[in-house]
């Protein structure tokens, strides 16, 4: 079987996992069992994007543990072909806001560990707009950059909707002036994108999965963005954080508590701005229980953002339901 064959024959299946910017599909070979990764081209940008992926893993291979292997890269038509990780999706048997198990708390941070002592001369190349290494006050003000660029682009379309949902006319406006407080930090690879939907636990380990985010920044954004999105019990959120801080070295995690909150703020912004967009999007096609997830969801990110700007965090399901239903077709 060619690699063009493997990328015909995923295309052709209809069981592949969709994420938000690639297609995964499962085929198996002579050889064993592959994931060949498609970009899904209609994908709105809503993200960061600084490397193309198959960059990263080459990068971080010789560093990193435990990672897909990249197996084959295709330019036209464009796809990835990776080993197949067997295992469990964190997410299935721990969904959002549940405990995890203490193995993946350990492998979380040990990949944190891992990536801030690459060499950074052995990081993919940076564009010259970049900010440079320890300059975190210009690292926060770009990715606020782009998500005020996503809210300007959706403004005209989906401004009734932000309003009544509490979002500012400026939502970035009460994180803007607290940039530049940042502690300087030595910049490291990010991974800027470690939810339970790409970890794999398999045999009492977690492989990391879908590294197309990834970035060169500050690693205090690292876990801000891994906790905003992991949503852990209080009691192992900080487990995870002493850990980090005892682990890595001291001034990749030197800094108040206040520099941790400040990026959890942003991303609580950016979810409330982005997740109204692609949301609205799913509920038309979504089944009445996917439906009351994905409204329930969003009351909780659109409080959490409600939070940062002061307001009250009062939004029901029902009231988010109203809202979004003239997008619902």
Known sequence: MTWVDLYSQALAADD??????????????????????IPLEAADTMDVRL??????????????????????????????????IEGRVLDTFSPRGSSVPANVMADVVELMDQLVRMPPEKAPRLPDHWPVSGDSGAFGRLLAGLTQEVYSAHVAEYGEAFADLGIPDTPLA?????????????????????????????????????????????????????????????????????????????????????????YMAHERIKSAIVDTVRYSKQLAAASRPERDFLLGRLAKKANAARRVWGSPADLTQTRVAAILAPWEG
């Open 51 to 84: 490397w193309r992926e198959e960059d990263v893993l080459a990068c971080i291979r010789p560093y990193v543990g435990r990672v897909p292997e990249l197996r084959h890269v295709s330019e036209e038509p464009r796809f990835q072909v990776h080993h197949f």
């Open 174 to 262: 009460v994180v803007e002036p607290l940039w530049d407080t940042l502690t300087p930090r030595p910049f490291s690879v990010l991974h800027a994108d470690l939810h339970r939907k790409n970890m794999i636990v398999t045999d009492g380990v977690t492989w990391f999965l879908d590294w197309e985010l990834a970035l060169w920044g500050d690693p205090m954004y690292e876990i801000g963005i891994h906790f905003h999105k992991m949503d852990y019990p209080h009691d192992q959120q900080a487990e995870v954080f002493h850990r980090w801080r005892e682990q890595l070295p001291a001034q990749a995690t030197a800094g108040p508590l206040g520099d941790l909150e400040l």
């Open 16 to 37: 592949a996992a969709a994420g938000y910017y690639n297609r995964n599909v499962g085929v198996r070979t002579a050889d064993g069992k592959v994931n060949v990764r």
